[in-house]
RNA sequence: GGGGUCGUAGCGUAGCGGUUUAACGCGCCUGCCUGUCACGCAGGAGAUCGAGAGUUCAAAUCUCUUCGGCCCCGCCA
């Protein structure tokens, strides 16, 4: 093969009207192709962007040549000269449209395929042929973007934790398996048969570790691995910033969080965040919002009017109320003149979500209009109007249910209709602190299990109810929301034994297991541990949406499908028996499968 | 495990109240074209309509099954 020699003397995107006159060489892939007959223009990108290139048959025959037999995506090196464009054919709408190459010299370095779909073209393409041809789809200029974001955000955030004292420590991603947590990924141990490391679901108990050995400020922008099922904002292996500290009270945590992502957007998109955060009680959050992460971009929030139809006897309120349930709703600004036909489609929804039923109140220009205008009479029905703020032209809307499960299925109507109409602002940031969660959820068996994870310290006023009433019990753990987003999510931690050992127990762990799983955490606590407590946040979740993207998959280089398998690679397969049997492991897959054939 | 939605040339879509050659745009190939930048013009190739079964004189279109994508619920200490 003919020996190539291609230099680089400079970037695409950087040339300007400064280097006129100057020769310069390039490297790049062909972006867009105009064969007009006597003169081929190339548009010639990489990653710092897009610059024009003439061919001219006359004058450089040979790299005329090279242009004609040049396709979409092919791997170009060019020398030329740079030169201003003649008057008239300018191109405003790139930064290089000033300008452009007189090549004198070019050669393919390398050819391309027809590609499955255009690089130039920013058209909506199959996400799995999107991931299947990732390389393909990363050289996208919109998609690259993304990952220039991500790196400037991991950077910030690196310098800001440095710049407070934190330092930065790898902990093991193979540990061991946590049956309390989500699944685990578990990992073969060929020289211990029959034994299995676990994926890391999280550096929890090692950061807590870390701060019984006195490393007092710790972070890490770490990979952590959960076997569930996947979402828009949810794949199996992820990425947090994990922080903890030593000797803190929870607002310490708070001014380090608030710190460092204002410092991110200050950095990255040039946003100044208000600080400090809004904080919000779950169980405030829960009673407005229907929901532990509101997204406090838009209203609509919901109101309980279960004391207005005390006494009505209208027959689902009724019943609702008898049983201890509630009535809650809330109003769609400018929805009173909605069609019926609208009004039956939000009623189907509240209906998909759960809700027995849903009941209107139009307030229009000159009426107050209402299925239940008979049942309730319209003095109660004004009295529900103004309640619930609800002027002219508003509509409210309201059910009634169980406490709980009214204001979630509200909750989530109240966001899907958000969406819906385009009442959520798409350019706005909202963050709050939501605080005082519950420390234990019951379980449908009637078992506790813990609302944050089992290592989360009560709230010092609640430690009596652990003995008294340990589901009244208040947990001194924080989650910050963004944009209806659980972003981050931490605690103070438990540094004592006995009070860890308690809540093992009314988890119920028995002593042994208590022993076995988290014996080595118990033991360190008696050697000294310091107060401490941190935060985790997901870099993934908090770079998509500062990227304005729906999916962490669009921020995440080589991301799985929603069936947690990885179109470019083939990703998870089947593996040889041989190979199976230097593990010790049998599979529980017909044998055919088991091929090794991807 | 459950619900919703979508599968038609390489890509994006139309056709889906039953019929003849499955249409359009982009891309691709060939030819023409010396200032284009979504270059233009002319011609051409390319699709067993995701797969299987059924109903019918006739199925991309209707029914069932199945596979796959996306979104959601459950799940995610």
């Known amino acids: 093969m003919e020996e190539i020699s291609f230099k680089r003397s400079c970037s695409c995107g950087e040339v300007n009207i ?5 020769e310069i060489d390039l490297c790049g892939w062909v972006h867009r192709r105009r064969d007009l007959g006597g003169v081929i223009f190339l548009d010639l990108r990489d990653r710092s962007g897009i610059v024009q290139a003439v061919f001219n048959p006359e004058s450089q025959p040979g790299a005329f040549t090279v242009a004609d037999k040049a396709r979409i995506e092919y791997v170009m090196y060019i020398h030329g000269v740079v030169a201003k464009r003649p008057e008239g054919s300018e191109n405003p709408s790139i930064p290089t449209g000033e300008i452009e190459i007189i090549v004198d010299k070019a050669e393919i370095l390398n050819p391309s395929l027809t590609p499955p779909f255009s690089v130039a073209e920013d058209k909506p393409i199959d996400e799995n042929v999107r991931l299947k041809y990732r390389y393909i789809d990363l050289r996208r200029p919109k998609n690259m973007e993304a990952f220039r974001m991500r790196h400037k955000i991991a950077m910030s955030i690196r310098k800001f934790l440095d710049s407070r004292g934190f330092l930065d420590v790898e902990t093991p991603m193979m540990t061991r398996s946590t049956p309390e947590g989500a699944r685990d990924y578990l990992v073969p141990s060929r020289v211990n048969p029959g034994k299995f490391y676990a994926l890391a679901q999280s550096p929890q108990l090692f950061k807590q570790l870390l701060m019984v050995a006195g490393f007092d400020r710790y972070y890490q922008i770490a990979r952590c691995f959960r076997d569930e099922d996947l979402r828009a904002d949810r794949q199996p292996e992820f990425t947090q910033i994990d922080i903890e500290m030593s000797f803190v009270k929870r607002e310490d945590i708070f001014e380090v969080v608030e710190g460092m992502l204002a410092t991110v957007f200050h950095e990255s998109l040039g946003i100044e965040l208000p600080l400090p955060f809004p904080r919000m009680a779950h169980a405030e959050a829960m009673e407005r919002y229907g929901s532990d992460k509101p997204d406090t971009r838009f209203g609509m929030e919901l109101v309980d009017i279960t004391g207005l139809l005390e006494s009505t006897e209208f027959g689902i309120i009724r019943t609702a109320i008898d049983k201890g349930g509630a009535v809650k709703g809330f109003t769609f600004k400018g929805g009173a003149n909605f069609s019926r036909k609208e009004t039956d489609s939000i009623a189907e ?18 009426e107050v209009k209402s299925s239940l205008l008979k049942h309730l009479g319209e003095e109660k029905i004004k009295e529900i109007l103004e309640f619930a703020g609800a002027e002219k032209g508003d509509l409210f809307m309201f059910a009634a249910d169980a406490g709980t499960r009214l204001r979630e299925i509200l909750g989530r109507l109240r966001l899907e209709l958000g969406h819906l109409h385009g009442l ?6 909202s963050f709050l602190w939501v605080i005082d969660f519950p420390l234990f959820v019951k379980e449908e068996s009637g ?3 813990a609302e944050h994870h089992p290592f989360t310290s009560p709230l010092p006023e609640d430690i009596p109810y652990l003995e008294s009433d340990p589901a009244r019990a208040r947990a001194a753990a924080y989650d910050v929301v963004l944009n209806g987003y659980e972003l981050g999510s931490g605690s103070i931690r438990i540094h004592r034994r006995d009070v860890q050992e308690r809540i093992f127990e009314l988890m119920g762990l028995t002593d042994e297991q208590i022993r076995d799983r988290f014996g080595f955490l118990l033991d360190a606590f008696e050697y000294g541990a310091p107060p401490h407590g941190g935060v985790a946040l997901g870099l993934d979740r908090l770079c998509a949406i500062m990227s304005g993207k729906d999916s962490i998959r669009e921020v995440v280089a080589f991301p799985k499908n929603l069936s947690a398998v ?10 040889e028996q041989e190979h199976l049997d230097i593990l010790h492991i049998k599979a529980d897959v017909p044998v055919e499968a088991n091929t090794g054939k991807i």
């Not at 400064?18 to 100057?22: I, L, P, V």
């Not at 929804?349 to 000159?366: M, P, R, T, V």
């Not at 959520?424 to 940031?429: A, N, T, V």
């Open 18 to 22: 400064s280097r006129r006159g100057e």
């Open 424 to 429: 959520i602002p798409e350019d706005k940031f």
């Open 566 to 575: 990885c179109p470019l690679t083939g990703s998870p397969m089947y593996i």
């Open 447 to 449: 078992g506790l299990t």
């Open 349 to 366: 929804k509240a209906k998909a979500l759960g809700a027995q039923g849903l009941f209107f109140i139009s307030h229009g220009e000159n």
